[in-house]
């Protein structure tokens, strides 16, 4: 079974910046994709970053310019550093890993980021 441990979540300040990280118990180099998503209260999961195998990125619209997404084949780990943070980006962020080892999706258990105003 293979897992994903995320970390690196915590309480900061609006302003401020963050690094999540995504470890997986299983190399990575071959994964497709890799991904994070968030859910707030109240709220729907939603996508907000994608790294291929190759390091093409994509960003949701609300992230764009003030998160990076990226990976480190040899550590088996995916990072998503958050800048510029606001209270809106408060939320659970999940690493997943679609597709990925034979075949089957892969969830984190998920870090929280708190954003006080």
């Known amino acids: 079974q293979v897992q994903l441990v995320e970390s690196g979540g915590g309480l900061v300040q609006a302003g401020g910046s963050l690094r999540v990280s995504c470890a997986a118990s299983?190399?990575?180099?071959?994964?497709?994709?890799m991904a994070w998503y968030r859910q707030a209260p109240g709220k729907q999961r939603e996508l907000v970053a994608v790294?291929?195998?190759?390091?093409?990125?994509n960003y949701a619209d609300f992230v764009k310019g003030r998160f990076t997404i990226s990976r480190d084949n040899a550590k088996n780990t995916v990072y998503l550093q958050m800048n510029s943070l606001n209270p809106e980006d408060t939320a659970v962020y999940y690493c997943?890993?679609?597709?990925?080892?034979?075949?089957?999706?892969?969830w984190g258990q998920g870090t929280q980021v708190t954003v006080s105003s």
């Open positions: 299983r190399s990575i180099f071959s994964i497709n994709a």
């Open positions: 997943h890993a679609p597709r990925a080892w034979g075949g089957r999706d892969y």
């Open positions: 790294i291929t195998r190759g390091g093409i990125t």
